[in-house]
């Protein structure tokens, strides 16, 4: 049977409504019956067809009696609190699809953003933002800044507490400062490991560093603009990886 | 964020009581609504009456009915087979077929939306996946070494200028249009992230979604 969509509204064709009503007045006892049976509750349905004095029921006349009495015996305020009609029921619908709609919008919303940043950082021009998206993004930065500065906090902390076994120069491929920056950090690893790590490294610094013409980060300096001598000379020996 | 679960989607389900408890209530809540939006079509689409009563497992009643759950009860109790089909009646009812009408217009509006949106975060997550394959800045902060860490913050802090002296900017030029705004500087300060503040800016295109839902639809 191939699905078409169809129109909600009321079918004017006689035939074709009358097949329709067939179908899903079927389709629809059918669900009654598993929504019972599967979830072990009392149910009934009544459907009257224009111009049909008697209605169609489930279970039977007289299990739909049986449903209704008990429904009847239920004080008033609980008889009506899930009770709903069409206009009240697509209401509804329409909030809680507001609902999703809105947060799925928030979730994107903050995915754009990330792109945004991360894809800045390698230093393709900021294009125009408006205020919102400047606070947004600038927002985000903040955040990931205080990420990285308990994780850098947690790191160096370990590494301190693991001593000098840490550092290993020996085996190190780039020739490193001795600044603070330069210290491995996960003690107690393979030299091999380490020896990887370092050239991984400085294919990520290069990797950093392109694809984009200049050297800074969304600036127009030349040079990257740190103040530690030391520093400069890690981005540039990467960059510019001596011969040895 | 969605994982694809292996267990979800259609399965072959056998017809007696669920045995988990927490499965029954899941589907007896999706079923339910399922039923009802059923009904809902039929009466739309065919012009029938009807009244659908179900007991949830918590003993909670549900029903729905059309037009209304007590005046088709009643009918059936009645046996009563003659309608009223005066002029008011007719009136009335094609009041209520006209709201419906709109109202499932409305519906389907807010579903396609959704569609859209929903397919616009999966292309997101792929470009990220993409993303954090290729470039090693792009991984969850917490697989970066120290030194990665080190680089990646001084990146960090020197868009984050950017993006200020850019904000800054913003404020200067259209300070002629908001006055009372360039009093204030953005710096370094705590940004609203918040429904609050996407209502404030009626020029970014976002925030059209987001007024979506004041724009009063009932």
Redesign the interface.
């Known amino acids: 049977m191939t699905r078409q969509k169809?129109k909600?509204?009321?079918?004017t064709n006689d035939f074709a409504?009358k097949a329709?009503?067939k179908k899903?007045?079927k389709?629809?006892m059918k669900?009654?019956s598993?929504?019972s049976?599967?979830?072990?509750?009392?149910?009934?349905?009544?459907?009257?067809?224009?111009n049909e004095?008697?209605?169609e029921?489930w279970p039977s006349p007289v299990g739909?009696q049986r449903?209704?009495s008990?429904?009847k015996k239920?004080p008033e305020m609980?008889?009506n609190?899930?009770?709903?009609?069409?206009?009240s029921?697509?209401?509804q619908?329409?909030a809680k699809?507001?609902?999703?709609?809105?947060k799925?919008?928030k979730?994107?919303?903050e995915?754009?953003m990330?792109?945004l940043?991360?894809q800045?950082?390698?230093g393709k021009g900021?294009h125009?933002?408006?205020?919102?998206?400047?606070?947004?993004?600038?927002?985000l930065?903040?955040q990931?800044?205080k990420?990285?500065?308990k994780?850098?906090d947690t790191?160096?902390k370990a590494?301190h507490s693991q001593g000098s076994a840490a550092a290993s120069s020996g085996t190190m491929v780039t020739p490193e400062p001795k600044s603070k920056?330069?210290?491995k950090?996960?003690a107690g690893r393979s030299d091999l490991e380490v020896n990887m790590?370092t050239m991984?490294?400085q294919q990520?610094?290069t990797?950093?560093m392109n694809p984009q013409d200049h050297l800074?980060?969304?600036?127009d300096e030349m040079m990257?603009?740190?103040g530690d001598n030391n520093?400069n000379a890690l981005w540039s020996n990467a960059f510019f990886p001596r011969e040895k | 964020m969605m994982q694809k679960n292996p267990i979800q989607g259609r399965q072959k389900l056998a017809m007696k009581k669920i045995a988990k408890k927490n499965n029954l209530q899941v589907t007896f809540s999706k079923r339910r609504a399922g039923l009802f939006k059923k009904a809902s079509e039929l009466c739309t689409l065919c012009g029938v009456d009807v009244a659908i009563i179900v007991f949830s497992p918590a003993g909670k009643v549900f029903s729905f009915g059309h037009p209304q759950v007590e005046s088709t009860i009643d009918r059936f109790f009645s046996r009563n087979p003659c309608l009223h089909s005066s002029n008011t009646h007719k009136l009335v009812e094609a009041h209520r077929n006209a709201n419906i009408q709109e109202l499932n217009a409305q519906l389907a509006q807010l579903l396609d939306m959704l569609e859209v949106e929903k397919r616009k975060g999966e292309a997101f997550e792929e470009i990220r996946e993409a993303g954090r394959r290729k470039c090693w800045w792009q991984a969850p902060i917490d697989e970066l070494g120290l030194n990665e860490l080190q680089q990646l913050r001084i990146a960090l802090e020197e868009l984050k200028r950017n993006v200020t002296k850019q904000g800054n900017q913003v404020l200067v030029d259209s300070s002629h249009c908001w006055p009372f705004l360039a009093a204030n500087g953005i710096g370094g300060g705590v940004f609203p992230f918040g429904n609050e503040g996407y209502e404030m800016d009626p020029a970014s295109s976002i925030t059209q979604m987001y007024k979506f839902g004041h724009q009063g639809l009932f």
């Open positions: 169809v909600l509204a009321y079918i409504r329709t009503n899903r007045k389709g629809l669900k009654v598993e929504l049976t599967l979830c072990g509750i009392e149910a009934c349905a009544i459907i009257y067809s224009p004095s008697q209605p029921v739909v449903v209704l008990e429904f239920l609980k008889q609190k899930n009770m709903v009609d069409q206009e029921f697509l209401r619908r329409i699809a507001n609902e999703q709609l809105q799925q919008c979730n994107n919303r995915k754009e990330k792109q940043m991360l800045n950082l390698t900021l125009n933002l408006n205020m919102m998206d400047s606070n947004e993004l600038g927002w930065i903040e990931n800044l990420d990285i500065n994780r850098v790191l160096t590494s920056s330069g210290e950090v996960q790590d991984q490294r990520r610094i990797d950093l800074g980060f969304g600036g990257p603009p740190f520093r």
